[in-house]
C-alpha cells in the first residue's frame, strides 16, 4: 500500500511552530496530543470567514439590482463574477507562496481593507466599469484573506485537520448563504447605496483579524524549515502530479455547478415561476444555508472515515439530484437545493486536507492553488454560463450543469494514502 510523505511537526506547519513544543523533538502524534484545538482561535477565524464571505456574496446577490438599473446581459453579468473571482484565483497561489517564506500575521487585516473600499466603491458606482474594479477590489481581498487563515486554522487544529478545516469553512458558507438573505431585507428596498452599510462589517472583521495577527505573531519562527524526510514508499512526485489534478478536476465539477445557482438561480425561478426577486433570493439562501451545512460535517466525516470515501459520496451522490432539478417545481427545487446543498458541499474541507497531505511542506500554496482555483472555475463558469444563457435560456444552462457531478467518476484514481485518507 503506497504511504504518504513523512514530515516532522515543525514542517507540517512551516514556518510557525507552537509554542512549548519542540517541534524537532516530538512527532505529528505527539504534537497532537500535547495540545487539542485552541477553539477561541478556531472561532476567531470562522467569524472572520463569516463576515469575509457575506460580503462577498453581496455581489451576487445585487446582480438583478444591477442588471434592471444599468440595462445588463447575462454576459456582463458573468463578467462581473469574473472579475470578482479571477483577482482571487490569480493572487491566491502567490499570497500563499509568499507566505510559506515569510509569514504575514497582519497581512488578513489589511487584505480586508480592499474590501472595505470595494463595498464602497460599488455602493457609488453607476459606470459598468466601476462596478468591475469594485468587484475586482473585494476578490483582492479575498485573495489575501485565505490562504493565511487556512493556514492559522491549520494552526490552532490541535491535530484534527478535517475538523479545522470544517469549522473554518462553516464560516465562509454561512456567510454565503447571509448575502442573498440580508440583500433582500436591505439592499432591495434601500437600493444599492444601501451597499455601503455593509462596510461596517469589513470594519468589525478588521478589528478581530487584527487580533488574531497579535495571537499569531509570537507564534511564527524564522528557522528555515527542517528536511522533508520521504518514506520509502512514499508517493512518487508522477502520483502526486495525478492525485492534484484529479482532485482540481473533482473541484471543478462541484465549485461550477455552485457557481452556476448562486450566479443564475434567482434569474432561473424568476424566469421560470415568476416569483418576485425578494423570493428568489429567500430561495437562494436555503441553498447556501444547505451547503454551509455539508461543509460543516464534511471535515469530521473525512477524519472518521476517511477523505476519500467523504469525496465519493460527495460529488456523486448529489448528482441523482441535479438531474432532477430542471424538471422539478417550485417548492420540489427548494428540497432538491437542500439535498444537492448539503451533500456537494461535504466535500470541500475534504478535497483541501487531502491536498494539503499530498503536498505538506507547500501548505500555504496548495491552500493557495486550491482557494483560488475554486474561485477561478467559478469566475470562469459563470461567465460562460451567462454567454450560453443568453444565446439558449437559464433552463437550458440548468440541463446541462446537472450532469457536472458524473466528473466524480474520477475519484477513484486518488491513491491510498493514510487512515486519514483512504
Known amino acids: 500500500m503506497n504511504k504518504p510523505v513523512v514530515v516532522s511537526g515543525e514542517t507540517l506547519v512551516a514556518p510557525v511552530v507552537v509554542p512549548d513544543v519542540s517541534a524537532a523533538s516530538v512527532t505529528p502524534s ?16 470562522s467569524f ?14 445585487v446582480y438583478p439590482i444591477l442588471k434592471d438599473n444599468y440595462a445588463l446581459d447575462f454576459t456582463q453579468i458573468g463578467l ?13 497561489p502567490v499570497v500563499g507562496h509568499f507566505t510559506d517564506k515569510k509569514a504575514q500575521p497582519f497581512s488578513l487585516a489589511i487584505g480586508m481593507g480592499f474590501t472595505f473600499f470595494g463595498l464602497l ?6 459606470q459598468y466599469t466601476i462596478i468591475l474594479i469594485a468587484a475586482s477590489l473585494v476578490g483582492l481581498g479575498s485573495a489575501v484573506f485565505h490562504p493565511e487563515s487556512a493556514r492559522i486554522a491549520r494552526l490552532a487544529s490541535g491535530g484534527r485537520f478535517g475538523f479545522a478545516q470544517s469549522v473554518f469553512q462553516l464560516g465562509g458558507s454561512a456567510g454565503t448563504s447571509m448575502g ?4 433582500a431585507m436591505i439592499v432591495v428596498p434601500f437600493g444599492q447605496p444601501s451597499i455601503a452599510w455593509f462596510s461596517t462589517i469589513a470594519f468589525l472583521a478588521i478589528v478581530i483579524l487584527w487580533r488574531i495577527g497579535l495571537w499569531y505573531k509570537p507564534q511564527i519562527t524564522t ?24 482532485l482540481v478536476a473533482l473541484l471543478f465539477s462541484k465549485q461550477l455547478y455552485v457557481s452556476s445557482l448562486s450566479s443564475y438561480y434567482i434569474f432561473y425561478l424568476i424566469d421560470r415561476f415568476g416569483v418576485s426577486t425578494q423570493t428568489a433570493q429567500i430561495y437562494l439562501f436555503i441553498f447556501l444555508a444547505s451547503n454551509a451545512v455539508g461543509a460543516f460535517f464534511g471535515g469530521p466525516l473525512g477524519d472518521r472515515f476517511g477523505r476519500k470515501i467523504v469525496i465519493w459520496f460527495s460529488i456523486l451522490g448529489a448528482l441523482p439530484f441535479t438531474l432532477a432539478l430542471p424538471y422539478a417545481g417550485l417548492y420540489a427545487s427548494a428540497v432538491l437545493t437542500v439535498f444537492i446543498g448539503v451533500i456537494i458541499s461535504s466535500t470541500t474541507s475534504s478535497i483541501i486536507v487531502f491536498a494539503q497531505e499530498l503536498v505538506p511542506h507547500r501548505f500555504g500554496m496548495i491552500s493557495g492553488v486550491f482557494f483560488g482555483v475554486a474561485f477561478g472555475i467559478g469566475g470562469l463558469g459563470a461567465a460562460v454560463l451567462g454567454k450560453l444563457a443568453d444565446h439558449t435560456s437559464i433552463t437550458f444552462v440548468y440541463q446541462v450543469c ?8 474520477l475519484a477513484v484514481f486518488l491513491p491510498k494514502m493514510s487512515n486519514s485518507s483512504h
Open 48 to 61: 472572520s470567514h463569516f463576515l469575509n464571505d457575506t460580503m462577498q456574496s453581496l455581489i451576487a446577490s
Open 80 to 92: 462581473i463574477t469574473l472579475a470578482f473571482q479571477f483577482t482571487a484565483s490569480l493572487l491566491q
Open 223 to 246: 528557522r528555515k524549515a527542517a528536511a522533508v524526510n520521504l518514506h520509502p514508499d512514499a508517493l512518487s512526485k508522477r502520483q502526486v502530479t495525478i492525485a492534484l489534478t484529479v
Open 402 to 409: 446537472a450532469f457536472l457531478p458524473a466528473i466524480g467518476l
Open 180 to 183: 442573498p438573505l440580508l440583500a
Open 30 to 45: 505527539l504534537a497532537k496530543m500535547a495540545a487539542g484545538p485552541a477553539y477561541v482561535v478556531l472561532a476567531g477565524i
Open 121 to 126: 466603491l460599488l455602493s457609488i458606482a453607476h
